[in-house]
Each structure stands twice: as structure tokens, then as C-alpha cells.
């Protein structure tokens, strides 16, 4: 659309052109989001449900390295990278709704801002890697790695979902992750293999993240071992390029479901969509 | 009356806006139905704070053409590749300084590249090959940040998916 001036966009029939990312509608708006037949709809939505938690509480740790990172590029790309996971997570509790409305918090909200905004820590699902609070570039590295390594091999068996809403998810993230992974794996063989401070922080960075990499692979079949293999190779091979060594740590045992650092990120991330809730943005 | 998809090939994107939709392949489809006209676009990434716009753009084009009821459908699949970037589009990036993007990689095994492979990226300024990668990530989610050894230019490359 050409417009005279930019003020003359802002006076026509809606306000979406205000900025990027206001006027929000679902994002599952004319899809057909009918359960397939032979897809038990509860078990879809817990799944959708459990990784669109991981992407939307992984999208926050990423953000708030916008204004603090090393480099500008470096800002952008934790942006962006950020912004593919909270798109993901935009995808799949809108899905998780559809398939199971009595998942969402009952308040006057889109289905995906209930869920993001109204629900309280013991209501997530997401792993306890993407919650841990991190001011440190090296472990936001490590972890990343870890995050995209796994979260990539997982999405490439969800493109032979049984929903086809999934499936469509699925294929679209795997190109993302491909991008996040690479970036993620380049800074660990960089910083790895570089000044003596820089590889001791790095084995620290991989050290702190490593015990929560056994709960990513709580599965028992054929396939749940495969995607650890291949989890497991692709670390290997980032580890020996950055001349660090693989850590051997015993997990975290399991007290509770979350850590201590879900509540003070849900308490900022939340606040102004509970302080506010008759906001429109 | 000029058809529902003459109009909508007419709306451009809000963030390449020397493109349109269409030139991005992110316009699938228009139908004109009793009902009112139907129109499907895909986003180019999973996050794609543009969508809105789009939508908006072309209810208001749609609009002002005469066209009463739109409704704008997303569709997921088959996922948008830069493969879709028309032979016009790929023209009018590099006319605006964006170098457009080659072959999208196809399926299989995905590897781990430790090091970004070597690619033939003219600058879209002076031409020369000489050039090289500084981000993956630039200002928009489907840019890369790339950099002319010999006209020492920064440019941003639509990066191929």
C-alpha cells in the first residue's frame, strides 16, 4: 500500500499499522484445527502445550539479552532467535487450546495470552534447562545448544505427526532451529577454543547446564533412544571442535518440577497482562 | 472490475516493501466466492510479527477496490521457502541493495556447520564475489549481514530457507 505521508495510514479503518505486533489476532486464524480422527485431542494438547512452554520460557531468557549483549550482531540474533521460539509458542498453545479448551484459565483473554499470562508456575511445563536464570554468555551458549540441538532432532519426528496442524509447526521450526543451532554451536567452538579465560568460562558455561540435559530424555522406546544418539553425536562433535571436555555430572534429582527461577520470570513476564488485563495491544 | 487477484498482487511487503506479496511467495492464493473474496498467505518465519500488517493490507487494498467481504486465511504447509521469491522479486531485492538468496537446502539429514560454508554472494553494490558473512541474523528475521572485502560495503543477503 503507498500512502502520501505516515499519518494518513494511521487513520484508516484499523490501528494494526501503529507497529509490528499490535492488533494481535490467532495465529491459527482460518486453519482447520479439527482433531484428526484416531488423535486422542488431550494427549495433543499436553503435548503442544509442553513444547509451546519450552519456546515461550525460552523466548524470555533470550530476550533479556536485548540492550546487554557483547556485540550489536550478537543482540540482533538472540532477538530473532528469540522471537522464531515465541512465534513457535505462539503456534502451539493456540494449538493446545483448540484441542483442548479446558486447558485455558478462564479469564477475558485470546486463548494463547491466557495460557501465557494466566497461568502460575505449577501450571507450566516446561523443562527446568530453559528457566534457569543466566547472565552469563557462555552458559546462554551452552544452553541454547543444548535447547536447539534437542528441540531440532525432536521436530524433525514431529513432521510425521499425526496432526496435521503439528506437522506444519513442526516443518517450519526445523528450518528455524537449523540457524539457532549452528549460531549456538559456532560461540561454544569459538570461545571453547580460544583465549584460556574465555575456554575456562565456556567448560563452566557447559559444566552448569549439563545436569539438566538427562531430563530433556525421560523415554524408554526405540525412538527416545535414537533422538538421545543423536543429541549425544552432535555434542560430541561441538565439544571435541571447541577443545572442551565432555562434562560428567549427576542430574539434578527431581524435588520439584520447577526451580526457583520460574516465579520472579513469570512474575516480570506477567505483570503487565495481569496488572492491566483490559488491555489491547 | 479488476480481478480480487490483480488487487492483491498490488499489496507490498511492510518490511521489503520494494516487493510485493506476490514477488515473495507469500501470497498462495485468491478466490472470488459468493461469500466474498478468500485470501491465503503463508509467513515467511514461525514468528513473523508482519503477518498482521499483511493481513490488514490486504483487507484495506481489497477494500478500496470494491471488494465488500475479505477474510484472510493462514496456511502453515507446505512452509515457505525463499525458493518461492520470484525471478522479479530476486531482480527488485538486488536493485534495492539486498542480495537475494540462492538454492534453499531440500530435506534429508540435517548437519552441524561449525564454520559458515563459503558462499558466492555478490555485493549487490559494486559485484564483486569477494564477500563475507558477519550474521546470520540481521534486521529482519529472513536477513543475513554480510560484508564486500573489496568495496568494503556491509549488505544484507535474504538467507536461504
Partial sequence: ?281 | MVSARAVAETVTDPELPMLTLADLGVLREVEETPDGVVVTITPTYTGCPAMDAMRSDLRSALHQAGFGAVDVRTVLSPAWTTDWITATGRQKLAEAGIAPPGAAPRGGPIPLTLTAPPKRVACPRCGSPDTELLSEFSATACKALRRCRACAEPFEHVKEI
Wanted: aromatic share 8%; net charge negative.
Fill in chain 1, 1 to 281: 500500500m503507498s500512502f502520501d505521508n505516515a499519518y494518513e495510514a494511521l487513520t484508516e479503518d484499523n490501528d494494526t499499522r501503529w507497529a509490528f505486533g499490535t492488533g494481535f489476532t490467532d495465529p491459527l486464524a482460518g486453519m482447520d484445527t479439527s482433531v484428526p480422527s484416531g488423535v486422542d485431542a488431550a494427549e495433543l494438547a499436553r503435548s503442544c502445550l509442553w513444547l509451546g512452554d519450552d519456546a515461550l520460557i525460552m523466548s524470555h531468557r533470550l530476550q533479556e539479552w536485548v540492550a546487554a549483549a557483547p556485540e550489536l550482531e550478537d543482540e540482533v540474533a538472540l532477538a530473532n532467535i528469540g522471537l522464531d521460539l515465541l512465534g513457535q509458542a505462539r503456534l502451539l498453545l493456540a494449538r493446545a487450546a483448540k484441542a483442548d479448551p479446558a486447558l485455558v484459565p478462564a479469564v477475558n483473554q485470546s486463548d494463547e495470552d491466557a495460557l501465557a499470562f494466566f497461568r502460575a508456575a505449577e501450571d507450566f511445563h516446561n523443562v527446568r534447562l530453559v528457566e534457569l536464570a543466566g547472565g552469563d554468555f557462555a552458559f546462554s551458549m551452552a544452553r541454547l545448544l543444548v535447547f536447539s540441538t534437542w528441540r531440532l532432532a525432536l521436530f524433525q519426528r514431529l513432521v510425521d505427526s499425526p496432526d496435521q496442524v503439528l506437522t506444519a509447526i513442526a516443518a517450519k521450526g526445523v528450518k528455524e532451529l537449523t540457524y539457532h543451532r549452528d549460531y549456538a554451536a559456532r560461540w561454544v567452538v569459538r570461545l571453547g577454543d580460544g583465549t584460556d579465560l574465555s575456554h575456562e568460562r565456556m567448560q563452566a558455561g557447559l559444566d552448569e547446564v549439563w545436569p539438566y540435559v538427562d531430563e530433556l530424555f525421560d523415554g524408554e522406546n526405540e525412538d527416545d533412544k535414537a533422538l538421545r544418539e543423536e543429541f549425544d553425536a552432535v555434542m560430541a562433535q561441538v565439544i571435541t571442535a571447541g577443545a572442551l571436555k565432555q562434562p560428567y555430572l549427576r542430574p539434578v534429582p527431581t524435588a520439584g518440577r520447577h526451580t526457583e527461577h520460574l516465579e520472579p520470570l513469570l512474575a516480570e513476564m506477567q505483570s503487565v497482562a495481569r496488572a492491566h488485563p483490559d488491555a489491547t495491544w
